[in-house]
């Protein structure tokens, strides 16, 4: 069975830091794209950074730059998300996603399998 | 940044009824476009990309058609099962999504 499963989230106080990991299984996990997605409570989806099947291309929305990093162990079928100076505006479930197209030179892609989501929450 | 907008918020139809949700784009993203489906305390699954394509395992009734900046999820026969929350997103430009539309039972 093709599944993701995301664990790592947590309540952190602003400012600090948090590692999300994505386990994958079912598939080649290196070669697809990957990608993390956010929704915080009761709003819409938020696309939060992708990675490239080699870990060559990293991508961020303007407002994680700098205080995000996507990374993943294609040897452990696992990616990650290292967050770090947390603000209340990063509350929000974290799904992990996979790029839809096998060997995919770009990111554009729809995402066709996700997993169940981590919350994290920043509050003092 | 590609602002993705979604019409109407909220759509009340009734079980076997024709559902027809909306999505614009603030620039063209030619045919990379995506819908979701999403129910309460679920991940979101994928229905249709490339605008018009059903992913595995999604029913017929599901069906999607535009391209450019106009896009259209149709739903052909409301079943109880999908009254959720709908989401476009486009992958022209990196990804952005619209704000959802909500399909509730009449």
């Known amino acids: 069975e093709v599944q993701l499963v995301e664990s790592g989230g947590g309540l952190v106080q602003p400012g600090g830091s948090l590692r999300l990991s994505c386990a994958a299984s079912?598939?080649?996990?290196?070669?697809?794209?990957m990608s993390w997605v956010r929704q915080a409570p009761g709003k819409g989806l938020e696309w939060v950074a992708n990675i490239k099947q080699d870990g060559s291309e990293k991508y961020y929305v303007d407002s994680v730059k700098g205080r995000f990093t996507i990374s993943r162990d294609n040897a452990k079928n696992s990616l990650y998300l290292q967050m770090n100076s947390l603000r209340a505006e990063d509350t929000a479930v974290y799904y992990c996603a996979r790029h839809r197209l096998r060997g995919a030179r770009t990111s554009r892609d729809a995402f066709d399998i996700w997993g169940q989501g981590t919350m994290v929450t920043v509050s003092s | 940044e590609i602002v993705m907008t979604q019409s109407p918020a909220t759509l009340s139809v009734s079980p076997g009824e024709r559902a027809t949700l909306s999505c614009r784009a603030s620039q063209s993203v030619s045919s990379n476009l995506a819908w979701y489906q999403q129910k309460p305390g679920q991940a979101p699954r994928l229905l249709i990309y490339?605008?018009?394509t059903r992913a595995t395992g999604i029913p017929a009734r599901f069906s999607g058609s535009g391209s450019g900046t106009e896009f259209t999820l149709t739903i052909s026969s409301l079943q109880s099962e999908d009254f959720a929350v709908y989401y476009c997103q486009q992958y022209n430009n990196w990804q952005t999504f619209g704000q959802g539309t909500k399909v509730e039972i009449k």
């Open positions: 079912g598939f080649t996990f290196s070669s697809y794209w």
């Open positions: 490339g605008a018009s």
